[in-house]
Antibody
Framework: EVQLVQSGAEVKKPGESLKISCKGS????????IGWVRQMPGKGLEWMGI????????RYSPSFQGQVTISADKSITTAYLKWSSLKASDTAMYYC????????????????????WGQGTAVTVSS | QSALTQPPSASGSPGQSVTISCTGT?????????VSWYQQHPGKAPKLMIY???KRPSGVPDRFSGSKSGNTASLTVSGLQAEDEADYYC?????????FGGGTKLTV
């Protein structure tokens, strides 16, 4: 079974650091991109960024560039989302999702969408 | 980078059809055929319903269809069923990154 399993809920104080994880199984982890999506309480989905575990090619939304770090360890089929200094406004549910994208010489030729999602990691930042 | 524009709400009776729009610009929806749609029930992770404007993943009922004209993509749900009541989000490739719509709450 193809699945993404995320780490558990976190409660942190402002200024603390945090790294959440997303472990893939049941498919070739290095041949699909992994995206991260934020959903603040009662709000919509926001695309944060994406990583290709095969070579760690990473792209960020301008809104999140410099605010978080996306990484992956293909040896343990796990992607990560990291904050160095949390803010109260980082309180949200965070989802990882598998994204199938075919590219030729850097040009997308197929985009199969985010077809497998993790269960979400709730992050609460409060003093 | 602005979110794509969706109506906040839509509604229909069981058996009817409803169409949800998603308006962007030539830099996202209008520039690429890489629009996808996601369904999200309360407290659940999103689910992919449509990719590449109009293609359905395996297991998604053919009551769900997608289309695009210019800078606006659309999701049509035909033969509405109670379980279709959910939030729906569009997403588009925007040249090296992606953008979501604000979401539409569909009431059946």
């Amino acid at each position: 079974e193809v699945q993404l399993v995320q780490s558990g809920a976190e409660v942190k104080k402002p200024g603390e650091s945090l790294k959440i994880s997303c472990k893939g199984s049941g498919y070739s982890f290095t041949t699909y991109w992994i995206g991260w999506v934020r959903q603040m309480p009662g709000k919509g989905l926001e695309w944060m960024g994406i990583i290709y575990p095969g070579d760690s090619d990473t792209r960020y939304s301008p809104s999140f560039q410099g605010q978080v770090t996306i990484s992956a360890d293909k040896s343990i089929t796990t992607a990560y989302l990291k904050w160095s200094s949390l803010k109260a406004s980082d309180t949200a549910m965070y989802y990882c999702a598998r994204h199938g994208i075919s590219m030729v010489r850097g040009v997308i030729i197929n985009d199969y969408g985010m077809d497998v999602w993790g269960q979400g990691t709730a992050v609460t930042v409060s003093s | 980078q602005s979110a794509l524009t969706q109506p906040p709400s839509a509604s229909g009776s069981p058996g009817q059809s409803v169409t949800i729009s998603c308006t962007g610009t030539r830099s996202d929806v209008g520039g690429y055929n890489y629009v996808s749609w996601y369904q999200q029930h309360p407290g659940k992770a999103p689910k992919l319903m449509i990719y590449e404007v109009s293609k359905r993943p395996s297991g998604v009922p053919d009551r769900f269809s997608g289309s695009k004209s210019g800078n606006t993509a659309s999701l049509t749900v035909s033969g509405l069923q109670a379980e279709d009541e959910a939030d729906y989000y569009c997403s588009s490739y925007a040249g090296s990154n992606r953008v979501f719509g604000g979401g539409t709450k569909l009431t059946v």
